[in-house]
């Protein structure tokens, strides 16, 4: 309804009293404040619009009838209506979001694309906004941005300092608490009508990754034809991926020609600068600009035509001549006026009139600047870089351009002369509506950027007060509707049939069952793909059958729109049917449609033992699934494993079994992750009609066959293959893997059995990793031998490191320099300081649980084997949940080649390595320190003879008064009870199997004159050794086994002592030695013993003697380790006390007398120790 106001605008002042509460909104149209909208309130407006009086920002709000963000005549008509009756009075909303960029759910946005935010009221001028509240966050963590508010306050804008995760769901929040409009009201952020609230909103990045084999080509030439109408091909023009520029780039050629190889799959973003061309004068001269498109990729395919799936002109790109001259500098203080220059409107007289008006201050580039220049040039409609939609034949086109800035943050007023329209020849008349036109780049589609009215004297179009250009590119004037680009009319013979094709679902059609090929079921459509159904007749009236929420229809008279929304239930259940006349009455055609859900795989990426396929679990290049290389060998069978890394007892590159073609044993499941991946009804469907599943790589640095992985599927993507089902497990064992080929890709088909669990639940895969580095991996659905796949996953970024750099290694330093991990030390070489031989990855180690758990290890163990004791205590905690750090303290224990020899066929090997283990105690300690003050709970395991230097750190560090661990973990500890309470079981030769001490050629019997060095130390007061170290830790846990099979060979050890059946060469003998109890004097308190040197037998004439000083460190653990017997049992073998701490006695039921018990919760499966580790391990450190 129009409303002429044949009188002059009354000039008024308007002042609006602030808002006491939420409940006081202002009515709409009263814009003189009297409480009831009148003629004056309409003559406000008109005033406005004649430039009499302009609005104030605030009556401006007020003046919004319909709340469409402007104020215009459709205002004054609502206006009208209420004055009538016919409309019922509105209030001023609190301010709310009035929409958002990208918005609530939207898919395929650029990784370069800011967020913005528009308000339905602008900001108060003292309303700040920050990035603590306006954020956006990639898996639970903040990405770098920047808030830049618009000078009209209507808008927020969120840019990001580098570009957003690729393939990733982005979450936005928006907190309103304190902010306000302005009106000086609170913002309604949550749009419930109260005042506060956050505005939350999700989109979905589009992927970058690079797919092998894929590629785009096409041809840049320019818009205007050379002379004789022939082509101008444009060389050197770069062409550049979004968010990948620096990898994924392509230049054209002489012919102006261009591979982009090799390029993402499905929709991506692209810039192409013609200011590279040779063509070009920039800055100074004509030169070809800079825009950006969005194009679209099939995986699989060299030749993809650059463009967007619906472009009439894929493969060529037009770029217009940007004449010199036509960039004006802006102002920052007052409005700019921008025309062509006088050499465009030479050659287009018709455009004179054409102009722009900046707002001050309004043009900026994304870092803020703000300024630059800023013109235009006009583009034939026919030879745009990307097509018009199908039916907008605007008479114009222009591309405005810049030098540097992307952002306007108020909408640039445009004029353009009033053309006549290209297919009626006929102009508006005044005071007519048009609409003005934009390409949007960020969502790569033309839309309605706002109205305009053609000027009184009919001469012009111009833009609508608070309205106009958003942003430099492509803007024209035309009436119509939005859309993205089409293509071109069907041919239309008379009389011919009804022809159905269909255009953007390109991918394989499934065949009946049993048959590879065929059309019956016709096209597939992934979840998202647009499908036009073309008739070459008008009057088609069009039935959809299809299963609820799969499709989404848009039909038109000679053609069907369809959106695939949800996953079909079997082959061709969407039936799209087109009736029309015929000659002989209406006959029909009819389509049937197979609509295949996306892809979903996921992996636990935050390790929480589930594998969800929510935003948590979610990867990206910034936010990889970290796993470690399968490089021990786990070749033992399924009740005992020997897992060794390379090199060790003969084992060669080519024995680990990330080499053979299965999974070796049990304890190599622990080297494997889980990748699931959902089903759904249709894909088995799919599987048994030819189809198969195919894993690719996207964008990694090595060929995808260096990764590994087993197809061996299961339903249940839980841990219970590793840890609670041992029949599940075996199961798994010895599966036979698909490794991926040479070329990077491979295929399978998953049993028939799998087949059908896949159309209920999901898939799991286990994958291991053959190589440290970098992937990114996705599966695709295609049928055999097709080359379009029918779905694609998203991806999963993968980064697989070596096993060393999940855990810390320690180490006595050693008084020559370097440190005691690798060699065979003396004792008189070894430190009391400690030094760090590695250290666990950073990314690794910042984890949400600050506890740390060391691992001393014992007896005969090479540096490799220490570390793979550490692996898999490290492994095995981690599957059971644990995310706090391990270390190793590696101490120089001797050892022995040849591992089938009986341990005390060397005793003096073992003796001297507890010696050692002794000397190496002050460095543990000094580590202890160091922990303690690093971490919130700290718990030291030590297994077998470790226990020697833990306990005599421990000791030492009670006698000083301080408590450097929270728990003392004891397993199998092979040193004396008696050393720690005097209530321990003792032992005679009895208590020995006989087959262990004729295995020495002797039969050794206990010294009884020595005194119990141990249960009565006498510096210690007469008190066992060990009594006090309760004053340095918490609690004490000792892990016994009564059956302990090398216990009992510690039990012999100390028979044989003090040393005399061995030489210093390690020879095995019963003759000779270097200690010896004296035959004079065997008594502790006289101090004395009879040594010999190792080059004179035990009757040679040099006997001497040596005095041993009890409290002298040197000589203490020289007694200890090669002359004092215990006349105890060993401490894992029996139950000990402490007065000053308490101990938690525990037997290792599960561990028996086998030769491999001893170490049994290394050499077992998990799945048969997991009671071990997390009853007695993950328990104590999670306490």
């Not at 230049?251 to 810039?271: E, I, M, W, Y």
């Not at 800023?374 to 810049?402: F, H, K, W």
């Not at 929510?614 to 005992?640: A, L, Y």
């Amino acid at each position: 309804m129009a409303f002429d106001l044949p009188l002059k605008a009354l000039i008024l002042s308007f002042s609006l009293v602030q808002v006491a509460s939420a409940q006081l909104l202002p009515a709409l149209g009263d814009i003189d404040n009297d409480g009831v909208a009148t003629v004056r309130d309409i003559a406000i407006i008109a005033g406005h619009f004649n430039g009499t009086a302009a609005l104030t920002d605030v009556q401006k709000q007020i003046a919004d009838v319909n709340k469409d963000g402007a104020v215009n005549s459709s205002d004054m008509d609502e206006l009208v209506k209420e004055i009538l009756g016919t409309r019922t009075p509105e209030t001023l909303p609190l301010s709310t979001v009035r929409f958002t960029s990208p918005s609530s759910g939207e898919a395929n946005v650029a990784v370069t694309r800011e967020t913005v935010v528009h308000f339905t009221v602008p900001l108060s001028p003292t309303a700040t906004l920050d990035t603590t509240k306006f954020q956006a966050e990639f898996g639970g963590k903040k990405i770098l941005s920047r808030v830049e508010i618009s000078s009209d306050r209507k808008k927020a804008t969120l840019f990001y300092l580098e570009p957003l995760p690729s393939n990733a769901r982005i979450r936005v929040s928006l907190d309103t608490n304190g902010v306000t409009d302005l009106l000086n009201r609170p913002l309604d952020g949550d749009g419930d009508g109260q005042p506060g609230g956050f505005r939350r909103f999700n989109f979905d990045t589009l992927s970058i990754t690079p797919v092998g084999g894929t590629a785009i080509v096409g041809r840049v030439i320019a818009s205007e034809r050379g002379t004789g109408g022939i082509e101008k091909p444009l060389s050197g023009v770069t062409i550049t991926v979004d968010g990948a520029e620096e990898t994924l780039r392509a230049v054209t050629d002489a012919q102006g020609n261009f591979t982009l190889s090799p390029c993402p799959a499905g929709t991506f973003f692209v810039k192409i600068d013609g200011r590279t061309s040779p063509n070009s004068s920039w800055p100074g001269g004509d030169y070809y600009p800079f825009v950006g498109k969005k194009w679209h990729a099939f995986a699989g395919r060299m030749d993809n035509l650059a463009g967007d799936e619906g472009d009439s002109t894929r493969g060529t790109i037009y770029l217009p001549c940007v004449c010199s001259g036509s960039l004006q500098s802006t102002s920052v203080s007052r409005d700019t006026a921008v025309q062509f220059p006088a050499a465009t409107l030479a050659v287009n007289p018709a455009l004179a009139g054409t102009m722009l008006v900046v707002p001050a201050n309004s043009l900026f580039s994304d870092d803020g600047t703000r300024g630059g220049k800023i013109g235009m040039a006009p583009v034939a409609p026919d030879r745009l870089p990307s097509p018009l939609p199908e039916g907008l034949n605007p008479p114009l086109v222009i591309t405005i351009q810049t030098d540097g800035g992307t952002n306007l943050d108020r909408p640039v007023a445009v004029i353009f002369p009033n053309l006549p329209d290209p297919v009626t020849g006929e102009i508006l008349p005044p005071g007519e509506k048009s609409a003005l036109w934009s390409f949007n780049h960020d969502t790569g589609e033309w839309e309605l950027s706002g109205p305009m009215t053609v000027t009184a004297d009919g001469n012009f179009l111009q833009s609508d007060p608070g309205t106009g250009v958003r942003q430099p590119g492509w803007h024209a004037p035309a009436p119509g509707t939005g859309g993205n680009g089409g293509t071109e009319d069907p041919e239309d013979p008379p009389e011919a049939p009804l022809d159905i094709t269909t255009e953007g679902a390109d991918r394989e059609q499934p065949g009946p069952p049993g048959q590879p090929g065929g059309q019956e079921e016709g096209p597939v459509m992934q979840e998202g793909d647009n499908l036009n159904i073309v008739s070459n007749k008008p009057g088609v009236e069009w039935n959809v059958t299809a299963p609820p929420g799969s499709v989404s229809t848009s039909p038109g008279t000679a053609n069907i729109g369809i959106v695939a929304v949800g996953g079909s239930k079997t082959i061709g259940d969407v039936t799209i049917t087109g009736t029309y006349p015929g000659k002989n009455g209406p006959e029909t055609d009819t389509i049937k449609i197979t609509i295949v859900p996306k892809l979903q795989i996921a992996v636990d990426r935050n390790r929480d033992g589930v594998v969800s396929f929510d935003v948590d679990d979610e990867t990206s290049p910034s936010s990889k699934h970290v796993f470690w290389v399968n490089s021990d060998s786990d070749n033992g069978g399924i009740q005992k494993v020997n897992d060794l890394k390379i090199g060790d007892l003969g084992y060669v590159r080519g024995d680990i079994d990330r080499a053979p073609s299965t999974i070796q044993g049990l304890g190599d499941l622990e080297d494997f992750d889980r990748l699931v991946m959902k089903g759904n009804a249709i894909f088995p469907q799919l599987l048994n009609r030819g189809y198969e599943i195919r894993l690719v790589e996207s964008g990694i640095k090595v060929p995808l066959k260096k990764l590994g992985l087993s197809m061996t599927a299961r339903e249940d993507s839980t841990l219970g293959y590793l840890l609670t089902n041992p029949s599940l497990a075996e199961e798994q064992a010895n599966k036979i893997l698909t490794p991926t080929s040479d070329i990077a890709t491979y295929a399978t088909k998953p049993r028939s059995a799998q087949i059908s669990r896949f159309g209920d639940s999901e898939i799991t895969f286990l994958f291991e990793g053959r190589e440290a580095d970098e992937y990114a991996i996705r599966f695709e659905l295609i049928k055999k031998g097709g080359t379009i796949p029918t779905a694609v996953s998203n991806d999963i970024h993968l980064d697989i490191r070596p096993i060393e750099q999940f855990y810390d290694i320690y180490s006595p330093a050693s008084k020559s320099g370097g440190n005691c991990d690798d060699i065979t030390t003396p004792y008189y070489n070894i430190d009391e300081n400690y030094v760090r031989v590695s250290a666990s990855l950073p990314e690794w180690t910042q984890r949400k649980d600050n506890e740390y758990l060391l691992f001393v290890h014992g007896w005969r163990m090479k540096p490799e084997n220490r570390r793979f004791f550490t692996e898999t205590a490290f492994k095995r905690l981690f599957w059971l949940g644990y995310r706090g750090r391990v270390g190793l303290f590696s101490w120089p224990t001797d050892w022995i080649s040849d591992y089938t020899i009986s341990p005390l066929i060397y005793p003096k090997n073992y003796d001297r390595s507890e010696r050692r283990a002794y000397h190496s105690s002050p460095a543990l300690l000094s580590l202890l320190r160091h922990l303690k003050s690093q971490y919130s709970r700290n718990v030291v395991l030590a297994h077998s003879m470790g226990n020697i230097v833990v306990s005599e750190a421990l000791r030492t560090s009670a006698i000083a008064g301080t408590k450097v661990t929270d728990t003392y973990i004891a397993s199998q500890g092979a040193v004396s009870a008696g050393a720690f309470s005097t209530t321990a079981a003792e032992f005679g030769v009895e208590d020995i199997g006989n087959e262990k001490l004729l295995g020495l050629g002797a039969l050794p019997d206990r010294d009884e004159t020595q005194p119990d060095f141990y249960g009565s130390y006498p510096t210690a007061g007469n008190q066992p050794y060990f009594y006090r170290i309760g004053n340095s830790a918490d609690r004490m846990i000792n892990l016994f086994n009564p059956d302990d099979y090398a216990l009992e060979y510690w039990m012999v050890n100390q028979l044989t002592k003090p040393d005399r059946f061995e030489l210093s060469t390690d020879t095995p003998s019963i003759f000779g030695g270097e200690w010896l109890w004296s035959s004079i004097s065997q008594k502790f308190y006289r101090r004395e013993f009879r040594t010999f040197p190792p080059s004179n037998p035990l009757t040679g004439p040099d006997q001497e003697f040596e005095d041993f000083e009890l409290d002298r460190t040197v000589d203490r653990y020289e007694i200890f380790s090669h002359v004092a017997e215990s006349r105890y049992r060993p401490m894992g073998a029996v139950v000990i006390k402490l007065p000053s701490i308490s101990v938690s006695n525990i037997q290792l039921n599960e561990f028996m007398a086998g030769e491999f018990d001893h170490s049994g919760q290394f050499n077992r499966p998990l799945i048969y120790t997991q009671n071990y580790w997390r009853e007695y391990i993950l328990k104590e450190l999670q306490r």
